[in-house]
């Protein structure tokens, strides 16, 4: 069977054959050159499959990238006189095919003679993932039960979600589909905080989301699902990318805005004649291109314009959109229908933005009331909350999370860093009675507190103990919300002879589209699709992984959905009778069984 695809010269295929074969050197390849706009997830990985997988020389390849370091929206550093600070994380589960496939053959960071796989791994073998609470009420206490607590009737709503089709979808909103009791759940509590979804989010999305990982939903309410890296995952995932591109002779050129690329566009073809670009400086530094000139275009960023604070300065909200990757996406979709609508994405910065905040304790007194919530010690270098906290009564819908310790090279042995969010920065706050937008690095912190469960009478003398840097994100959602048809361009556009578009905000090839954005493994997706295709690698790319289509999976993910209770299924007893006499002595009736069905 021929997996459907949007572009012949793509092929999807699954299981093992493909993906251990080692490509054969594309025809022409030493003729082309590769330019990369932007250095994320997707661009790093389109330069190394040019180099593993179509045999590029890495001398042929150059980034051009605006800020002064490579990793995109995946970042952690430190700032200089601040401390510790990272965007987000991104949370990573068993079937990222592509990524996977990539990272089992680069060496990792930590240790070289593993590759970047292997080390997770064994970082996730040794040490599993789960949580010991997942959302809290009443500064501290424990809400969660570990069961998503829908019943019948609300499980059976998100099943028939699960099956509308995507075209009824476009442009409507979730809270246009679900009714108020479902929004009002454990179930919805679990969904938006880990996900970072909001009711006036893509319905859409939403569906493609639970389809995707239907094979994870009995993990979600102790996130047993997910697995992280042993260390921040800008050193564990970004930096093995640049090392082996650097090692094989790309060039990565930082301080450079792209502004245009200009096409040549027929009824047959669309070739890109030039890059137009400036330095630093404002010099122009343009490149024109020929048909063997590859240039693969990192289309809007969920990070643009974010603004950082610090403890005593509020993170600055940077709504104008007419800058970076949303200006250079909009000059190219001025020239054809078929690049997109960026508008979509980034015209309504109050249901895109929301705001995290990096808080680094630095003894032992805050590490002690965390360790009351998640019953284990936040230093020895194993799970520590096994992903986010929620506070379900938090007025910005605070969460937070802390990573195995330490989780930067060199960071202090006392010192436990924490990452802070809020879905809703512009309503004041429980302890401080300010907008998180408005709050300091040290007024999130004292926020934090005391949704922690720290008496009121010691959080100002704790808060001292800590620093924090906010970061306002104006974007950071703008991947997940509502769209149609046509709003994302496809990783190559018809007709697409020299250029591809990556990362969040470009349609992948395959048909229907199943892969879910807000994850690196979709950048990884676009990346593998648009090398494969602009070269002509003779291998596949794997398709989304398929549990969707599995019988066992969404047996399984029903009966999750009501915490292992079997289904009340409402059949006359006749019509009952008559079934379980067809079923009996049949696969069907042992599948039923295993399941909890019958």
């Known amino acids: 069977m021929e997996l459907k695809t949007h572009d012949p010269r793509l092929t999807l295929t699954n299981g093992s054959y493909h993906a251990l074969v080692q490509a054969r050197k594309p025809k022409g390849i030493e003729d082309k050159k590769a330019y990369l706009i932007g250095t994320g997830i997707g661009a790093l990985a389109a330069g190394c499959f040019l180099i593993r997988d179509a045999h590029m020389e890495g001398s042929k390849i150059t980034f051009l990238e605006q800020l002064d370091l490579p990793g995109g929206s995946l970042d952690g550093a430190v700032r200089q006189n601040a401390g510790y600070v990272a965007r987000g994380g991104r949370e990573m589960g068993h079937h990222f095919e592509v990524l996977w496939d990539l990272f089992s053959s680069l060496p990792s960071t930590e240790d070289p003679s593993m590759s970047v796989l292997d080390h997770f791994f064994y970082t996730n073998y040794d040490d599993p993932n789960y949580s010991n609470c997942r959302v809290t009420k009443n500064q501290g206490e424990r ?108 060039t990565f050129q930082y301080g450079v805005t792209v502004d245009n690329v200009d096409f040549d566009i027929t009824d047959h073809k669309k070739v890109a004649t030039k890059i137009v670009a400036r330095d630093s400086a404002g010099s122009d530094i343009s490149v024109d291109l020929s048909e063997d000139d590859m240039v693969f275009i990192t289309n809007g960023s969920m990070t643009e314009a974010s603004g950082y604070g610090d403890d005593q300065t509020p993170a600055p909200f940077l709504k104008e959109s007419d800058t970076g990757c949303w200006k250079l996406w909009r000059n190219i979709a001025a020239q054809s229908d078929e690049f997109g609508r960026p508008e979509k994405f980034c015209g309504d910065t109050e249901k895109s933005n929301w705001e995290s905040c990096t808080v680094t304790c630095h003894d032992e007194r805050v590490p002690e009331y965390i360790e009351k919530i998640t019953q284990r010690s936040p230093y020895g270098g194993k799970t520590v909350t096994g992903g986010i906290v929620s506070a379900v009564d938090s007025s910005w819908l605070m969460s937070w ?45 004292k926020e934090w507190l005391y949704h922690l469960g720290v008496p009121v009478a010691e959080i100002e003398e704790l808060a001292e103990s800590c620093t924090a840097i906010p970061v306002m994100m104006p974007y950071i959602t703008s991947q997940f919300m509502p769209r149609e048809a046509g709003d994302r361009p496809y990783v190559v556009p018809k007709n697409g002879v020299n250029f591809a578009f990556l ?96």
């Open 143 to 250: 809400y969660d039960n570990g069961k998503f607590n829908l019943g019948m009737d609300l499980a059976k709503e998100l099943a028939t979600f699960t099956n509308m089709s995507d075209e009824s979808l476009e442009d409507k909103t979730i809270e246009d589909i679900f009714s108020d009791e479902l929004l009002d759940s454990d179930f919805w509590i679990y969904w938006r905080t880990m996900f970072a979804f909001e009711n006036w989010h893509s319905a859409l999305e939403m569906k493609l989301y639970m389809n995707r990982f239907i094979h994870h939903v009995d993990g979600l309410p102790d996130l047993s699902a997910l697995q992280f890296s042993r260390h921040d995952q800008y050193t564990s995932f970004v930096l093995p990318m640049v090392k082996y591109l650097q090692d094989n002779g790309a």
């Open 401 to 445: 999370t802390i990573n195995r310790q330490e989780q930067y090279i060199g960071q202090p042995e006392k010192d436990v860093v924490v990452w802070v969010y809020g879905l809703f920065s512009d309503v004041p706050g429980d302890y401080i009675k300010k907008p998180m937008r408005d709050c300091t690095g040290k007024e999130i912190t």
């Open 503 to 598: 990362g969040q905000f470009a349609e992948t090839l395959d048909d229907p589209g199943r892969d879910t954005v807000f994850t690196i493994e979709y950048s990884g997706r676009t990346a593998m699709e648009a090398v494969y295709v602009l070269t002509g690698v003779e291998k596949g790319v794997p398709e989304v992984y398929g549990s969707r289509y599995d019988i066992r999976y969404l047996l399984y993910a029903a009966v999750s959905l009501l915490d292992g209770e079997q289904p009340d299924i409402h059949i006359p007893p006749l019509v009952k009778r008559k079934i379980m006499k067809k079923l009996k002595d049949t696969d069907v009736e042992e599948l039923l069984k295993l399941y909890n069905i019958l």
